[in-house]
């Protein structure tokens, strides 16, 4: 079975720090573009972060600066580092891999990264950062 298990999120005041995990089963994450993505209830899903298979890293404007996506490639998947929380940053957090090498990447006048482009998810993580 291929699968992601997501690890980390939970309870944080703001200003904290959380890490998130993602870990791939079944294939060997350093070929893949990793993403994070999330939702807040009631607002629509945002891409968060991603990296590509070159390792070539994008932040959304909201949280650029503040997180800090990275492979783990001994582990077989990545982090997603949060500091200086927020309490906007409240929502289920998804990882998201792709085998796909122009994922996170400027590619024939777009940029690829869209919940639609990524094949396989982890399971969601709840991080609810209080004021």
């Known amino acids: 079975q291929v699968k992601l298990v997501q690890s980390g999120g939970g309870l944080a005041q703001s200003g904290g720090s959380l890490r998130l995990s993602c870990v791939g089963f079944?294939?060997?994450?350093?070929?893949?573009?990793i993403a994070w993505f999330r939702q807040a209830p009631g607002k629509e899903p945002e891409g968060v972060s991603c990296?590509?298979?070159?390792?070539?890293?994008y932040y959304a404007d909201s949280v650029k600066g503040r997180f800090t996506l990275s492979r783990d490639n001994v582990k077989n998947g990545a982090h997603l580092q949060m500091d200086s929380l927020k309490v906007e940053d409240t929502a289920m957090y998804y990882c998201?891999?792709?085998?796909?090498?122009?994922?996170?990447?400027?590619?024939?006048?777009?940029?690829?990264?869209?919940?639609?482009?990524?094949?396989?998810w982890g399971q969601g993580t709840q991080v609810t950062v209080s004021p």
């Open positions: 079944e294939f060997t994450l350093n070929y893949y573009a």
């Open positions: 998201a891999v792709d085998g796909n090498p122009h994922l996170c990447t400027e590619y024939n006048g777009a940029f690829y990264f869209t919940r639609s482009d990524f094949g396989s």
């Open positions: 990296i590509s298979v070159s390792d070539k890293l």
